[in-house]
């Protein structure tokens, strides 16, 4: 497998760029901080007047990290004009260093989540559009031509948190949607929608949730929508991290974490081999080889700990990894000697 990397000021500028965009959130604190406990977790929000009425606003998981950001969001605020001219510099850099940016549909679209709170409320992209943002993350170059082939955005978050946080997204995303040219599809049996579907480009978006046994619809009460539950999913989704969408000067999304993703796509891939997904279980193959291949490399510790995680979860887990690392031989040889 031929990995090239990006050159190391295009790395730095990423990573400058990922933690302006990270102050640039915090900056935008203007009420009192308070903690919450909830199922062992402690979640962070802002207290702020609105006319007569207090309101609460979700932050996100207490870490030393946020409480940091926090902390100084006064100067922050104080920066704010040099941090903007600053991302709009890096975003340039990152372009003419070969990042792939996100096309003008898409891009609006994440922009609008980010902006309405869903990324901020547990929404977690997955699928192609967070595979392209590897790109950042890992420092590696990735295939414009397999990155091109789908414009669909998929977007992932947990019932229980989502039921916990007691916030909701300050536009519903069906309302965002609409706006966008995209139709709702609703399902067949209970007419419950969590996908729409662009006419003019045939672009779909789906909302979807970890399933523990059946794999129903459920609501996502923070993201305003209902979102068709899968099984593996829990495993993808778990401890996400940030990433940056070149669209304008960023947009800050969630996506899994990439040895997390690599995993699951060895799952799904098996999951969807036979029938009419077998186009998309190739795509899950050569997804995961790519990661593997680089992860080995770079991140062994945290792709071993991934595998093995997968593994350690029952025979079902492991009869779907296997089975598709069958037909992998040298990612299969790529994980076996992480141990």
Known sequence: MNIIAHS???????????????????????????SRARNGRVYLYERFRLGTEM?????????PELRARLDRAQ??????????????RLVRTLRAEGFISQDRETGSMLLAFARAGVFRLGGTLVGTSAYGLYQGELGVRMDYEE????????????ERLSVALQDRVEEDPGTMLSALRFD???????????RWRQSSSEAMVE???PAFGDETVKPLPALGVSAQALNYLNFLIADPIHAVALYRSGVLVQIPRPERYAI???IVADRRRDGPDQLKSRKDRAQAAFLIGVLAEDRPDELAEAYEDALSRGPRWRARIEATLDRMPEAADRLAMLG
């Open 8 to 34: 190391r000021p295009a790395v730095v500028a990423y990573q400058d760029l990922l933690r302006l965009h990270l102050d640039e959130r915090a900056a935008a604190l203007t009420g009192t901080v308070e």
């Open 55 to 63: 309101k609460s606003r979700y932050i996100g998981e207490d870490t």
């Open 75 to 88: 100067i922050l605020r104080d920066e704010n004009d040099a941090r903007r001219k600053r991302m709009t």
């Open 147 to 158: 990155l091109a082939q789908t414009g669909d955005v998929d977007l992932a978050s947990f």
């Open 184 to 194: 709702p599809v609703p399902g067949i049996h209970d007419r419950q929608v969590w």
């Open 207 to 209: 909302f979807l949730t």
């Open 264 to 266: 699951h796509k060895l």
